[in-house]
């Protein structure tokens, strides 16, 4: 089977391009940070049904779904937390602050497209219909945990719901989750994966090793950075010196876009459009969400 590459990939210059007119070697900081894109204020507008598909006005169910799932994890959230500072389970990871990442993100996605997560991503998982009784289940690790208690909590799976269980070491979902997006194409399946990774993680060699082989391969995926400043208590000041993940986009040959992840409706637009062209195009695209 052929998987033709289109037309307007990147061509990155040869020894053929110009000389510069004399030798220097330009500080990173000459190279403009990616912009934010941000969902277009509406101010009662009701654009025409032929404006650009993604800046349609959602339908109310979804908006309100988008809400509630968003106010659900936030409760969520403050019970398992309070479980664990009780002694009552022995780990807890908080997601304040990223639902609008989560959620928006998961409602742009097909029902079947397949989900890689960090740790951070319970939101995905919730907006997929995982039942609370399911979560409370594998945090506490008790009969009705599906994982039989062998994993630690938060580490939440679901083949049903097409959400690959969480692994503790960073980043090793991102060459795995390039490994099934690579699958897929080939399989000609018409899904895409998605892979979610803090900024942390992104300084992992196993970054590296899939967004190279995502671009080489051209695989359907859409790769999902939350950047949240920090790497658990590591600022980002001392994580990296370039100007945060999508600038890193570029190098590898990423499509790649920087969003407002505390808005909702840009993380939807940004993943509803990257999802769709990694399927048309066979080509894998990078989201940063800058969230707090
Ligand atoms: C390979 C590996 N090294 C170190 C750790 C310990 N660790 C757990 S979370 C974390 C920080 C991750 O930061 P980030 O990816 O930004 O995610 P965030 O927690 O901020 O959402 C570290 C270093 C780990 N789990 N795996």
């Known amino acids: 089977q052929e998987f033709p590459s289109p037309p307007e990939k990147p061509q990155p210059p040869r020894a053929s391009a110009d000389s510069p007119p004399r030798l220097e070697f330009p500080p990173p900081n000459v190279i403009s940070p990616p912009p934010v894109y941000r969902a277009p204020p509406r101010q009662g ?3 025409p049904p032929d404006e650009d598909p993604p800046l349609r006005p959602l339908p109310k169910e979804l908006v309100l779904k988008l809400y509630k799932t968003m106010t659900l994890l936030n ?7 309070e479980s664990q500072r009780q002694g009552r389970i022995s780990f807890y990871m908080t997601n304040y602050g990223e639902e609008g990442t989560h959620v928006g993100s998961a409602a742009a996605l097909d029902d079947t497209d397949l989900v890689f997560g ?4 319970a939101g995905v998982l919730m907006y997929r219909g995982y039942p609370l009784d399911l979560f409370m289940a594998q945090c506490y690790g008790n009969i009705s945990d599906p994982g039989k208690g062998r994993q630690m909590p938060v580490h939440y799976g679901c083949r049903d719901r097409h959400f690959v269980t969480i692994s503790s070491p960073l980043a090793t979902q991102i060459p795995q989750a390039v490994g099934a997006a690579y699958a897929i194409k080939r399989a000609d399946a018409n899904r895409a994966v998605i892979c979610y990774f803090g900024e942390g993680a992104a300084s992992e060699g196993d970054a590296h090793a899939g967004f190279n082989f995502a671009a080489t ?3 359907p995926i859409v790769f999902f950075c939350r950047n949240n400043g920090y790497a658990i208590s590591t600022p980002t000041s001392e994580q990296y010196r370039g100007d945060g993940i999508a600038a890193r986009g570029p190098g590898y040959g990423l499509m790649s876009i920087r969003v407002d992840g505390n808005d909702v409706f840009a ?3 940004a993943t509803k459009e990257a999802r769709r062209r990694a399927v048309a195009e066979n080509q894998p695209f990078l ?4 969230t707090y």
């Open 267 to 269: 993380v939807y637009n």
């Open 118 to 121: 960090q740790y951070r991503e």
């Open 287 to 290: 989201i940063e969400a800058m």
């Open 75 to 81: 409760t969520m959230d403050r019970i398992l937390y």
């Open 45 to 47: 507008h009701i654009p």
């Open 217 to 219: 391969l051209e695989c």
